[in-house]
């Protein structure tokens, strides 16, 4: 016998709905029917954004700038996600590409803030500014006659920037100098090296991985390939892959550098909402080390791409892992551009997880060996990064989140706790990080 079942829903676009249920046709019904109801309330929250978008823009004390509230409806809309969903304009997309190239117009320091004015840590080399003389320790007081004291970092280092070929002027401060210099440096495409590396003791390589940009991959290679012409096999020991304080960068990145360092096997795999956003990504490269022993330092600092890498090495026994916690940034984002002028979409899209199927979000990387710094006071209040898991509306953790990690790193070799044991690791010594030890020993011919 059919039952028949009446379902009073609601108003619907000004009418009642009576829907009569028999079997699975009536359930795809009600389902239908819910859908509806669920867009007209949202088609409602529209028409109410549209209502205080026009009370603001007709009755506000000043007359706004309707560019600057959609803008500002868009962030606020996005930052009811997550920490790392965001909106760019046109200008913040142009700069994310800037990044993730790894070039762009300028001069070619290494800059940060002190006491108001920028301060020059480090001309890059072949660079216009090591070619003109910029020098580490150098304060940049004016960028073209226009005084810097009262911008911020991002401000100031956005003046630096331009188009290749084009002048700008700057005055610096100079210590033991009389007075202040004049500089006219002309900008080139500046290269960003995401990748440093020298070899240690005649026997290790050391490989410094920064950031995840276009050139990583090309970089590591180049690194693996200069130190084994350096080192000969009999005698190199192994690597150490140093990423601490890497905050990441670009998937496909990560993947190629994984596959330069172990012969196969899965590197990473993404889990979404739909279909398309679940893929696993595999090692095809081959090993450029060769099977060389592999050491990869990690911190609080590590994050994103970095885990990915530190994760698959790990999981695949390729790697020891040493250092504090990892940051725990597990999830992916995708750019999706919004047309020409409107910027793009940075959006949550999927989560990471290690071969061995290891989330981790708000988790991060658990070190093999486990090596505390001997942390400055100046630095004790500033040595430790909260992590993932601390951040106002991060995704849920699969288990129990880990939040905090030590993330400083002594500016000396000699004083770096966890480089000494990685290649302490390397040569066959029992590490022990409470021990005092040398980074250096006798190297066997």
């Known amino acids: 016998m059919r039952k028949n079942i009446t379902f009073l829903l609601g108003t619907v676009t000004g009418a009642c709905l009576t829907l009569f249920v028999a079997g699975p046709q009536g359930a795809h019904l009600i389902g239908a029917a819910t859908a509806?109801?669920?867009?007209?309330?949202?088609?409602?929250?529209?028409?109410?954004?549209?209502?205080?978008?026009?009370?603001?823009?007709t009755d506000y004390v000043e007359k706004p700038d309707d560019a600057k509230l959609v803008e500002g409806a868009i962030n606020g809309m996005i930052s009811s996600l997550d920490p790392h969903s965001r909106y760019m304009n046109e200008k913040g997309w142009s700069d994310?590409?800037?990044?993730?190239?790894?070039?762009?117009?300028?001069?070619?320091?290494?800059?940060?803030?002190?006491?108001?004015?920028?301060?020059?840590?480090?001309p890059i080399d072949d660079t216009p500014a090591s070619k003109a003389g910029i020098m580490s320790g150098d304060v940049i007081t004016q960028i073209d006659d226009e005084a810097i004291q009262g911008l911020t970092l991002d401000q100031a280092v956005n003046k630096m920037k331009g188009v290749p070929n084009s002048q700008t002027r700057l005055k610096i401060i100079r210590k033991d100098a009389d007075k202040p210099i004049d500089i006219a440096i002309t900008r080139e495409i500046i290269r960003v090296r995401p990748v440093r590396y020298h070899t240690e003791g005649g026997d290790i390589g050391y490989v410094r991985?920064?950031?995840?940009?276009?050139?990583?991959?090309?970089?590591?290679?180049?690194?693996?390939?200069?130190?084994?012409?350096?080192?000969?096999?009999?005698?190199?020991?192994?690597?150490?892959?140093?990423?601490?304080?890497?905050p990441g960068g670009l998937l496909d990145q990560a993947v190629s550098v994984t596959s330069?360092?172990?012969?196969?096997?899965?590197?990473?795999?993404?889990?979404g909402r739909t279909p398309e956003e679940t893929q696993r990504f595999t090692a095809r490269g081959g090993d450029l080390t060769k099977g060389k022993p592999l050491v990869v330092l990690i911190n609080g600092g590590s994050a994103s791409a970095s885990e990915i890498v530190a994760g698959a090495l790990h999981d695949h026994k390729r790697a020891t892992v040493i250092g504090t916690r990892s940051f725990g940034k597990g999830s992916v984002q995708t750019i999706i551009p919004l047309g020409?002028?409107?910027?793009?979409?940075?959006?949550?899209?999927?989560?990471?997880?290690?071969?061995?199927?290891?989330?981790?979000?708000?988790?991060?990387?658990?070190?093999?060996?486990?090596?505390?710094?001997?942390?400055?006071d100046e630095f004790k209040t500033r040595s430790e990064l909260k992590g993932e898991a601390s951040m106002r509306g991060h995704l849920s953790a699969e288990g129990a989140?880990?939040?905090?990690?030590?993330?400083?790193?002594?500016?000396?070799?000699?004083?770096?706790?966890?480089?000494?044991?990685?290649?302490?690791?390397?040569?066959?010594?029992?590490?022990?990080?409470?021990?005092?030890?040398?980074?250096?020993?006798?190297?066997?011919?």
């Open 36 to 57: 509806a109801a669920r867009a007209d309330n949202t088609y409602s929250q529209l028409n109410l954004f549209g209502d205080v978008f026009e009370r603001i823009r």
């Open 96 to 122: 994310m590409q800037e990044t993730t190239r790894g070039e762009f117009g300028g001069l070619g320091i290494e800059v940060t803030m002190e006491d108001g004015f920028v301060k020059v840590v480090a």
């Open 209 to 246: 991985i920064t950031s995840f940009n276009e050139q990583t991959t090309d970089g590591l290679r180049k690194a693996i390939t200069d130190i084994s012409k350096e080192i000969p096999p009999e005698k190199l020991a192994g690597y150490v892959i140093d990423l601490r304080n890497n």
């Open 260 to 271: 330069t360092l172990m012969p196969r096997g899965e590197v990473v795999s993404t889990r």
């Open 340 to 376: 020409t002028g409107n910027g793009a979409l940075a959006l949550t899209t999927a989560r990471y997880f290690t071969p061995s199927g290891h989330s981790i979000q708000a988790l991060g990387i658990k070190p093999d060996i486990e090596v505390l710094q001997d942390v400055p």
């Open 401 to 445: 989140e880990q939040t905090g990690s030590q993330s400083y790193v002594p500016p000396e070799e000699k004083n770096d706790k966890a480089l000494i044991a990685a290649f302490n690791q390397l040569r066959g010594v029992t590490v022990n990080a409470d021990a005092p030890v040398s980074p250096k020993r006798p190297i066997p011919n």
